[in-house]
T-cell receptor, first 116, second 115 residues
Framework: EAGVTQSPTHLIKTRGQQATLRCSPISGHTSVYWYQQALGLGLQFLLW???????NRGNFPPRFSGRQFPNYSSELNVNALELEDSALYLC???????????????FGSGTRLTVV | TQLLEQSPQFLSIQEGENLTVYCNSS?????LQWYRQEPGEGPVLLVTVVTGGEVKKLKRLTFQFGDARKDSSLHITAAQPGDTGLYLC???????????????FGQGTILTVHP
């Protein structure tokens, strides 16, 4: 079974540009979650999509947005990039919101975004 | 302010030593999970605890959920270099609203086990 795949693995952008990050969940998983991890420490919740709808978002400005496609894949868009947006962006999936509370999330390896 | 406070933030020990990592909150969690993350990879789930007072063992790792479901600990016996990594606790709040479906992470503990 293929795991959660993210692309690209690395992305270098200039301040003010836009970045698009992509995620394919595990087959059969309908929920996709996005997290930001700075400095190799704790994860900050960004967005949660389930069945094509945004279910919850974290305390991030509106220039962080995304969507989920009919095949449950998802993309995260970051507009007007700032230097402090440099981080590892992790995508995770779960079979459904209810199962995540016991079976947890399955994470991808992340996209390392560097803003210069 | 972190909803889940992990301590210590850094831990450097010798092979064979025991260690404990703590995860504390003033909020009640419906379930709490521990993940381990290695460089260049995403976090991988180690265990989920759901019942207050629950203890789970995974080889040399022992996980405990506090009676009030506000705290948890991870104890490693006879640590090995292969245990090196970032350990993260994470929980689902026992509440709705903006907390719905959101897994909240602690800031993590970087463990280094020297041979």
């Amino acid at each position: 079974e293929a795991g959660v795949t993210q692309s690209p693995t690395h992305l270098i952008k200039t301040r003010g540009q836009q970045a698009t990050l992509r995620c394919s969940p595990i087959s059969g998983h309908t929920s996709v979650y996005w997290y930001q991890q700075a400095l190799g420490l704790g994860l900050q919740f960004l967005l949660w999509y389930d069945e094509g709808e945004e279910r919850n978002r974290g305390n991030f400005p509106p220039r962080f947005s995304g969507r989920q496609f009919p095949n449950y894949s998802s993309e995260l868009n970051v507009n007007a990039l700032e230097l402090e947006d440099s981080a590892l962006y992790l995508c995770a999936s779960s079979r459904s919101p209810g199962t995540a509370s016991y079976y947890g999330y399955t994470f991808g390896s992340g996209t390392r975004l560097t803003v210069v | 302010t972190q909803l889940l406070e992990q301590s210590p933030q850094f831990l450097s020990i010798q092979e064979g030593e025991n260690l404990t990592v703590y995860c504390n909150s003033s909020s009640v969690f419906s379930s709490l999970q521990w993940y381990r993350q290695e460089p260049g990879e995403g976090p991988v789930l180690l265990v989920t605890v759901v019942t207050g007072g629950e203890v789970k063992k995974l080889k040399r790792l022992t996980f405990q959920f506090g009676d009030a479901r506000k705290d948890s600990s991870l104890h490693i016996t006879a640590a090995q270099p292969g245990d090196t990594g970032l350990y993260l606790c994470a929980g689902f709040l026992n509440a709705g609203g903006t907390s719905y479906g959101k897994l909240t992470f602690g800031q993590g503990t970087i463990l280094t086990v020297h041979p």
